[in-house]
């Protein structure tokens, strides 16, 4: 267990309390959406406490994914809270089995076979500024990841204060195999794992458990979802915006647990001697030697999963993931919505839309990637994703949030 127990990050809630000019904090206006205000009001709800407040991500049939006016009314109704003196601190969670699947990506699909790169603009746009609002919000913040929590589900919920997983939360990157990228501030979490865990999750669309979650520091705190009643209960109570007392108070329902033996993290030192490598190439090469030499199981898994994505995806992601660990929230943010951007508008490719029509639209599990081999993705290729906008008539395609009044806590 030493080996698991070295990968655990343990974080002071002490630490994130800092402090912002009052009177400079700018929020944008709320955009004009196509649904009612009754719907998004279902589709988000909110549950009030004594000195909190808890927005609950309630589309159960479609795996509480989000659409662009879920992710308005949530940055909406955090800016509301931070500003309220009689809050203290905000909850999010999901109703049914999930906490949130993602981004949901078919209404982007239709939007750029209609030729409307614009809504697609607005919902990258809307949704990593609350992804920055969430990594600098004043207030603590916890986030109960119970259940699924895939893609962009984890950007609005790891980079805040306080993340509570379970044993039935699933979390997972698998944007390579949509021909996309991980991004809502995942190269900035992920690259901050042990060793080159972060390059293996987005390049394989593995999963972890909220064991593992725990081990590796992306949750703060583990509960048995038997017990989340008791959880909810205990902090409805609190009166307190103090993150010491919160944090003891959902600590005092978290359970001690560690992976089992089947636990990828038991397979650091694999990870790091493949996913360690300055290239996909190198990382596939050195795998299949392996496998050729041991017929390592785990390899041939591995490989197959990486295979199976997007070649432009796995280079564009790998080096995403690259250079977050040495960049801010903000930073990563920033190169994400150009990559983003560049993915939806098909300068390049138009493997975004190929990957969702083989999974969610023909359901034939058969891209056909452009280009469809490794060999055939240039450096120019990738580097038109990484480029930023020059063209003064194309200023929108750059991020805005607004970094002089916000300062992240991480």
Not at 3 to 31: D, E, N, Y
Not at 69 to 83: D, F, I, N
Not at 299 to 325: D, F, H, N, W, Y
Not at 377 to 398: G, I, L, R
């Amino acid at each position: 267990m030493q080996t698991v127990r070295a990968l655990r990050r343990v974080t002071k809630p002490s630490q994130w309390v800092r402090s912002v000019p009052q009177g400079k904090r700018s929020f944008s206006a709320l955009p004009n959406y196509s649904a009612s205000d009754a719907d998004v009001q279902d589709q988000v709800s909110v549950e009030g406490k004594a000195k909190s407040r808890a927005a609950i991500l309630d589309r159960p049939s479609s795996l509480n994914a989000l659409s662009a006016p879920m992710v308005g009314r949530l940055k909406r109704l955090y800016e509301s809270w931070e500003e309220n003196p009689a809050i203290s601190f905000v909850l999010m969670k999901g109703s049914g089995k999930t906490f949130c699947s993602g981004a949901d990506v078919l209404p982007l699909y239709h939007s750029i076979n209609e030729g409307n790169t614009e809504e697609c603009k607005h919902f990258f746009g809307s949704l990593y500024n609350f992804v920055y609002l969430q990594g600098t919000y004043l207030k603590p913040n916890i986030a109960i990841m119970d259940g699924v929590t895939m893609g962009c589900g984890g950007g609005i919920s790891i980079p805040g204060m306080f993340r509570v997983a379970t044993d039935k939360t699933v979390l997972a990157h698998p944007e390579v195999q949509i021909g996309f990228h991980p991004d809502a501030g995942a190269s900035y979490y992920l690259s901050r794992l042990p060793g080159y865990l972060g390059e293996y999750l987005a390049l394989t669309g593995q999963k972890l458990d909220g064991v593992e979650m725990i081990a590796c520091g992306l949750a703060t705190h583990f509960c048995l979802h038997s017990r989340l009643g008791m959880v909810e209960e205990r902090i409805g109570k609190l009166l307190t915006d103090d993150p010491t007392v919160i944090e003891a108070s959902l600590a005092q329902y978290s359970d001690l647990v560690y992976p089992d033996n089947t636990s990828v993290l038991h397979k650091i030192e694999m990870i790091d001697r493949y996913f360690g490598l300055d290239t996909v190439e190198e990382i596939i090469e050195a795998m299949e030697n392996e496998v050729a030499d041991s017929g390592n199981e785990w390899c041939k898994k591995t490989l197959k999963q990486v295979k199976e994505a997007s070649p432009l995806s796995l280079k564009i992601t790998l080096q995403s993931i690259r250079e977050g660990r040495f960049q801010t929230l903000d930073q990563c943010l920033t190169r994400e919505y150009r990559i983003s951007l560049c993915g939806v508008s098909k300068t390049v490719s138009g493997d975004f839309c190929e990957g969702i029509r083989a999974r969610l639209v023909d359901k034939d599990f058969a891209p056909k990637w452009d280009p469809p081999r490794l060999e055939n993705v240039s450096k120019d290729m990738v580097d038109c994703y990484f480029s930023p906008a020059t063209d003064a008539d194309d200023s929108e395609s750059e991020l805005k949030l607004p970094t002089a009044q916000r300062e992240p806590y991480f």
